[in-house]
């Protein structure tokens, strides 16, 4: 993605924060948005500054009017001009607690989106809260976010992590896979943590022989994975979990794969489509993995997943969008759909945060990836189908395909409302409604 890479060597580098807005609405109010991603560091190549990306094609396209499908068709937020900002995700909680306070009290942030860490997700959403303003957490996957808290002005527009790993253990059982022994490499924090209990767990669930072998817990940005990668070859397990991503995930699978650590073995990836396309076929085939939803190659034809596509390709000829692209766009839309909704409340007048919270509370809304629905939490929380394939490299195309796709609806892998996802996985799934 060279315009990715251009933006990393920017001014971003130098600045925190700073305004993109279209001049076509300017003569109408506006609505301060601020992204949270990361710019810099391990994750911002195959994700962060996708995001960013997205946020801004998506933001040009509402503010210009009439270049989405309805319902998304009116300008801006109800004519009122979007004005984005960018917030570098780097740098640990205590900076981007800081900063947070800042977009709201120094730059008049009307709303955030974002977090990809989950620890700076725990981190962000009391301080929102405590200021009374809407963040919306738009990838971060611990499901502590509403399963430990309650929250007004705080919500997630994508599922959790739960959804993941439960779609994970139950293609393993569906396409009768062998995982009576399986061992793990995820990274050391809420989300390496969570990834890996939901997985064992359901896997567990779904087969009274499963057991673990071998849990390595290897530092966030790690970067070297010998060590681990001789312990998985020594071990030989069935089904190797990881919830690695970013530039961690590129370089596992750079180191591992010449070790011949996905032969003879299945290796199952919480969320790789982010990697495929700057590891290119250097990414083994036959490997296991998700998206964190319906996205990227997983995703179905519609009307705004063929308006995505397209934008992205004119924007990245011979490319794809993944999964940042999608659940930033669907947090977007999102919004949009809950401010215009308070906005008819409110006598087309620009709502409050009050009024923008309450709409957006239980909506339901079509994005790329299917229907999302703000079933859990309170309202609060999403939930999405999700979908796991196999990858596979066509030479001809030069592109990853995936293949032996398997989909799951939302409340197949997600736990009902009211309770918590590790108790559901406990008991056996109550309440799943699964094809």
């Avoid at 911002?44 to 068709?73: C, H, I, K, R, T």
């Avoid at 499963?210 to 849990?215: G, H, I, P, V």
């Avoid at 009024?355 to 239980?362: F, N």
Wanted: aromatic share 10%.
């Amino acid at each position: 993605m060279p315009e990715a890479r251009m933006l990393l060597k920017s001014a971003f580098a130098a600045l925190s924060l700073f305004t993109f807005a279209s001049p076509v609405l300017a003569e109408n109010q506006s609505f301060k948005l601020g992204i949270v991603t990361f710019m810099s560091g391990p994750g911002a190549e195959s994700f962060g500054v996708p995001a960013w990306e997205a946020a801004q094609m998506l933001s040009a396209a509402l503010n210009e009017g009439g270049q989405l499908p309805a319902p998304y068709d009116k300008a801006g937020f109800g004519g009122m001009t979007i004005e984005l900002s960018v917030i570098d995700e780097n740098g640990g909680t205590t900076k981007q607690v800081q900063e947070l306070r800042n977009g709201y009290e120094r730059d008049g942030l009307d709303a955030v989106i974002g977090y990809i860490s989950s620890s700076n997700c725990l981190a962000a959403a009391p301080v929102a809260e405590e200021l009374k303003k809407l963040l919306i957490l738009y990838d971060c996957g611990t499901p502590r976010i509403f399963e430990d808290g309650s929250y007004r002005y705080v919500f997630r527009t994508t599922a959790h992590a739960t959804m993941d790993n439960v779609a994970l253990a139950r293609y393993l059982a569906k396409r009768k896979i062998k995982f009576d022994d399986i061992a793990s490499i995820n990274p050391d924090y809420a989300y390496g943590r969570d990834n890996w209990k939901d997985f064992q767990q359901s896997a567990a669930a779904l087969n009274p022989n499963a057991k673990s072998k071998l849990e390595l817990w290897p530092k966030l940005g790690a970067g070297q994975y010998g060590t681990e990668i001789s312990a998985l070859l020594q071990a030989n397990p069935q089904v190797i979990h990881t919830s690695l991503w970013g530039g961690d995930l590129q370089a596992f699978v750079l180191q591992a794969a010449p070790r011949n650590l996905f032969k003879n073995r299945h290796v199952v990836i919480t969320a790789a489509d982010h990697v495929f396309q700057p590891l290119g076929n250097r990414m083994p085939n036959n490997v296991i993995f998700g998206a964190r939803g319906s996205n990227g190659l997983f995703a179905e034809t519609s009307p705004t997943n063929d308006w995505l596509v397209a934008a992205y390709e004119k924007k990245h000829p011979g490319g794809f969008p993944a999964q940042s692209y999608y659940r930033m766009t669907q947090s977007i839309l999102g919004l949009k759909l809950a401010v215009e909704k308070a906005m008819a409340l409110n006598g087309g007048k620009k709502p409050t945060a009050e009024q923008i919270a309450d709409a957006l509370t239980g909506l339901e809304w079509d994005a790329p990836s299917g229907r999302i629905k703000m079933a859990l939490g309170n309202g609060h929380q999403a939930i999405q189908s999700n979908a796991i394939g196999v990858t596979k490299w066509d030479p001809a195309s030069k592109r990853m395909q995936v293949v032996d796709v398997e989909r799951f609806d939302a409340e197949c892998v997600n736990p009902p409302a009211n309770i918590k996802a590790e108790e559901w996985i406990a008991q056996g799934f109550p309440g799943a409604k699964c094809n």
